[in-house]
């Protein structure tokens, strides 16, 4: 039995996730809502489109070896130090992160099997479920699925022999996709002092090939599809890129990556390779493929989505009708303790993915107290039903007490 199927369990002094029981503490920030997702594992049902661009994505790396169950309760050690993350990175706060307690939390990128999976093969891919406390719109949902790769070579043969397997390449395909590469090394994006020039340029070139086919290949069907690579950072990584595409007038970001830290491959036991590594995020690349407008229909129960799907298949979604949106709004002091991601997650916990949008409409501070007053547009609309004024207002009325409650503010 897969102890992640079995239902979380939450208490004052402890919560039980994937089997194990944890203590918790004043880092405690997992909600019922989020655990619960962590039953799901969407990319391992086959006929889910995230599955689906998971097996089209190994099939552009042929010989990798895959991970897919990995519990999501990782350490903060695994998450963030054994990827040189810096103390006080910012990514590291209760505000972004979900923690079990203080030094065990829920991952927030497949990056924290890095150093694993690397002791085990020089070519391997992760896949999994990631947490991130965030906003909520129609492309943020507490939960997504990320895709790690990461291939090593030997340092002193690497230029020699990237050289000879990007030319046996045989499934290359060329396509109308438009990739524009304007990147170039910089001390901002330096090459590592321990790395040969030669040899960080041609993993790096590895890198953009494999990566630029991959999207080829996913993509050979679209006309004219713009893809970007631009510079970017990562505490683990350097020097670091980011691949873009055009979708809908705007530059998507689709993926991270980079020349691995060589220190984190030699904790791996790896000291003598060279490697390159990338994190990409499959509902961004689903959006598209699939054209899905709204991050919450991935975790729809309902038949309409999912039997539009089949595996190994890329088809447009058909959207079933769009029920209509309940909008309320609600206005209160707010104080310093105040973070937008806290209340978006009361607004989770109480309505959960009948929530399609909050926005801040409105703010002011008031000039005699210095007292700031927000207001929050909450849009609420259900993917698979009518919604009664009735029922929002009740959920409505719930969250005005607990955002009381839970964030100390004053309504007004
Ligand atoms: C990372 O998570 C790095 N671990 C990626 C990486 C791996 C870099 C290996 C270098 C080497 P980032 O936070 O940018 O980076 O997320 C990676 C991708 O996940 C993004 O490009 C995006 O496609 C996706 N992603 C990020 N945040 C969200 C979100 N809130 N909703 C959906 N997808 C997201
Ligand atoms: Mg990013």
Known sequence: ????????????????????????????????????????????????????????????????????????????????????????????????????????????????????????ADKVLVTADVYRRDEIDASHYPVFHQMEGAQLFDAKTAVDDIRKSIAADTSAVSGSIHTTDTT??????????????????????????????????????????QVRWIDAQFPFTSPSWEMEILYQGKWLEVLGCGVIRQDILINAGKSDKIGWAFGLGLERLALVLFGIPDIRLFWSQDERFLRQFEPSKIQKFKQFSKYPPCIKDISFWSNDDFHEN?????????????????????????????KRSVCYRINYRSMDRNVTNAEINELQEKLREEVVQRMKVELR
């Open 342 to 370: 806290n209340f978006c997650e009361i607004v989770r916990d109480i309505a959960g993915d009948i929530v399609e949008d909050v926005q801040l409409i409105d703010e002011f501070t008031h000039p005699k107290t210095k």
């Open 184 to 225: 170039v090394i910089t001390p901002e994006n330096p090459k590592q002092d321990c790395h040969d020039e030669a040899a960080m340029l041609a993993t790096a070139d590895h890198l953009k090939y494999s990566l630029n086919m991959m999207v080829r290949k996913l993509f050979s069907h679209e006309k004219d599809l």
């Open 1 to 120: 039995a897969n102890p992640l199927k079995e239902p979380p369990k939450i208490t004052a002094e402890s919560i039980t996730v994937g089997g194990k029981t944890y203590k918790t503490d004043s880092f405690t920030n997992v909600t019922p809502t989020v655990l619960e997702k962590t039953t799901r594992q969407l990319h391992l049902i086959p006929t889910h489109p995230i599955a689906i661009i998971k097996d089209l994505i190994y099939s552009a790396f042929p010989d990798f070896k895959h991970y897919e169950t990995f519990s999501p309760v990782v350490t903060t050690k695994e998450n963030f130090d054994d990827l040189c993350f810096s103390d006080d990175h910012p990514g590291r706060a209760v505000t972004d992160t979900y923690y079990v307690n203080e030094k065990i939390m829920l991952r927030t990128h497949t990056s924290a099997h890095q150093l694993k999976v690397m002791t085990e």
